[in-house]
């Protein structure tokens, strides 16, 4: 006979599990680690360069103190990629990809609707400096130690993608003139 777990004894078998986990020798689990690798993250520049080499209108790289980022055009769509996690050397460890649209009449429910179907691109509603309402939408990318800037061809695909469903979210959200 199959039982399915209650929720009590869903929260117990997890507790066994992590009990279980901390009840391990520490020798023990020191050896099913594996050694720790030397990262090495990717130069902002090189970042800028493969952007570039695949079509795309890039801006110069910019530095606000230890961050920097550049802005990306791509179809009509200015977008900007930021640079954290980086070393004294230069290399960093993730990016942002970030683009921002117009949004008058955008509300938050029709945000959190984003956020709430869409995995990857995660929205918020802020204001430019004029106080003009903006929908931002952002894609974090987590950078392999040691691989060339074509690792990220898929991230980036992916952010474009979303940018133009994103863009298709915001016309349907915004209130239409009678």
């Not at 117990?12 to 986990?21: D, H, P, T, Y």
């Amino acid at each position: 006979m199959i039982r399915r777990l209650t929720p009590i004894l869903a929260v117990r078998a997890a507790l066994a599990l992590v009990v279980l986990g901390t009840a391990v020798p520490t020798a023990a689990r020191a050896q099913e680690a594996p050694p720790a690798a030397e990262f090495v993250g990717l130069a902002p520049e090189a970042v800028r360069q493969w952007i570039g080499s695949l079509g795309a209108d890039v801006g110069e790289l910019q530095r606000d103190g230890a961050d920097a980022f550049f802005r990306v055009e791509t179809g009509g769509v200015r977008w900007l990629v930021f640079f954290y996690g980086c070393d004294p050397a230069g290399l960093c460890g993730d990016l942002q990809y970030s683009v921002a649209f117009d949004a008058p009449g955008v509300t938050d429910a029709a945000i959190n609707a984003w956020n709430r179907d869409r995995r990857f691109l995660k929205a918020y509603l802020g204001t430019a400096g004029d106080g003009r309402p903006l929908a931002f939408a952002q894609y974090d990318v987590l950078i392999q130690g040691g691989a060339p800037p074509s690792q990220l061809a898929d991230a980036t695909r992916i952010f474009l993608e979303g940018v133009v469903l994103f863009d298709q979210h915001l016309a349907a959200a915004w209130p239409t003139a009678d």
